[in-house]
């Protein structure tokens, strides 16, 4: 038997063990199950990570079902790239792919967005006309940023007099780089910050922080640039622990932390940025600033009746159950991605471990059997902290940390195999987990 500690240890082990994992997912990984035959009709509103990947599971398990995924994007963004693109380690190209290439045979895809949700006559209108009905319903359509909640900021601005917003896409990333490199090279001063609102991948702005410090080390300008973070409540992260070593490693970096500051307008010519904080507005000069707006459900989300009626009113999440992720008043209907209202999960890792959860709801209850499965709020951020080291954070509902290399990965170190785990092996887990195979 391989010992597993020393053979993770080492660099060529551990980029073996990736390619390993990756090849056992791209081939299933287990014997698939027998699969249960059943007229339902099937439909995915959505195809990105979530709505892809639950596509091809239930085309896998169905036999029979009519499968239906809405969704006018021809484009698949691979969303954790964008960081890496931002830092100038990747190009635009590296986060996309076609949608369709994605999708299994045998799923009808509609080439548009969807209009209108109607739980009640268990139905989705496209913006074409086109009516599709469904037995069950699984609503993956991802969140919207709220770019229009910055007054004064538009994406014409994005890698013009120091804005950037890496958030927008691949492109968006692109230029982000291009204007993070030009504040490196010269200094000045450098906001960065997140949304009140929940959003995805919370890690990422403090991500893109800790990368611009790196940088300015390595370009010998460090020195010259002020470099702040402005969080929108009291706290850097969510989980206890973690916020207390961000705040740490922000500390012994220098870099500035302001509290109860959410970026709230944008005044390009005078390269002044507005945050709303507890004792009124603030108004801070920058030569480089990271716009992340609020994010929300999309707007056929929020008018379908299926969000939340006493939390993230604002926001529009939908109500499911957090364990079994089945809507709490419409039983046919499931979220997975972003768009459910759970306490945790808005992440790329997180929609992995939704998938098995309403695969198994779904696919029980046609075939007459009980579910099992459930979700603990699983959630995983590789916390880049500079290039080459990176946490990898794993936690649940309770903010317990749940790693999964327990002895072999210390959560809370700044490893290189962390960082391996962010360059290497998360992309191809990811492109398994759109197969439906991880």
């Known amino acids: 038997m391989t010992d597993f500690s020393t053979f993770a240890a080492t660099r060529r082990g551990f980029l073996g063990l990736a390619a390993g994992s990756a090849a056992l997912a791209a081939t299933g990984g ?22 892809t990947a ?50 299994p045979d045998g799923v009808e895809w509609i080439e548009d967005y969807a209009a209108e949700i109607d739980p009640e006559a268990n139905s989705v209108r496209t913006l074409g006309g086109r009516r599709v009905a469904y037995d069950y319903l699984i609503v993956a359509t991802g969140l919207t940023l709220d770019w229009d909640a910055i007054e004064g900021f538009d994406l014409e601005m994005v890698g013009q007099n120091g804005i950037t917003a890496h958030y927008a896409g691949p492109e968006y990333a692109e230029l982000t780089w291009r204007e993070l490199d030009r504040f490196t090279e010269r200094g000045g001063v450098g906001l960065f910050g997140r949304p009140a609102t929940e959003m995805k991948c919370a890690g990422a702005p403090l991500k893109i922080t800790f990368l611009a410090d790196d940088i300015a080390r390595r370009k010998n300008t460090r020195a010259e640039t002020r470099i702040i973070y402005n969080a929108n409540n009291e706290s850097l992260f ?85 364990q079994t992720l089945r809507h709490l008043r419409y039983d046919n209907v499931f979220g997975v991605g972003d768009i459910n209202g759970v306490p945790k999960g808005k992440t790329a890792a997180s929609a992995k471990w939704h998938q098995p959860v309403v695969e198994d709801q779904i696919v029980s209850e046609i075939a007459g059997r009980e579910a099992t499965k459930t979700y603990n709020g699983y959630t995983s951020c590789q916390m880049i902290t500079r290039i080459g080291r990176a946490m990898l954070i794993e936690f649940d509902y309770n903010n317990n940390l749940t790693p999964s290399f327990p002895g072999v990965i210390a959560p809370l170190e700044e490893l290189w195999i962390s960082w391996l785990m962010k360059e290497v092996a998360l992309k191809p887990t990811y492109n398994a987990m759109l197969r439906g195979l991880a």
Do not use: C
């Open 54 to 103: 639950i596509a091809n599971r239930l085309a896998r398990a169905l036999e029979g079902a009519t499968i239906t995924i809405i969704d006018g994007r021809q484009q698949h963004w691979y969303q954790p790239g964008f960081t890496l693109i931002a830092a100038g380690l990747k190009s635009a190209s590296y986060s996309i792919s076609r949608t369709g290439d994605w999708l």
């Open 238 to 322: 969510g989980v206890p622990i973690v916020h207390h070593r961000v705040r740490q490693l922000f500390d012994e970096r220098g870099i500035e932390t302001r509290y109860s500051h959410v970026l709230k307008a944008v005044d390009p010519q005078r390269k002044v940025a507005t945050y709303a904080t507890p004792e009124g507005d603030v108004e801070t000069e920058f030569d480089f600033i990271n716009v992340i707006p609020p994010q929300r459900a999309p707007q056929v989300v929020r008018d379908s009746g299926l969000s939340w009626a006493d939390r993230w009113v604002d926001q529009g999440w939908i109500e499911v159950d957090m």
């Open 30 to 51: 287990a014997v698939q199950a027998q699969r249960v035959r059943t007229s339902a009709r099937i439909v995915i509103v959505g195809a990105g990570a979530g709505g």
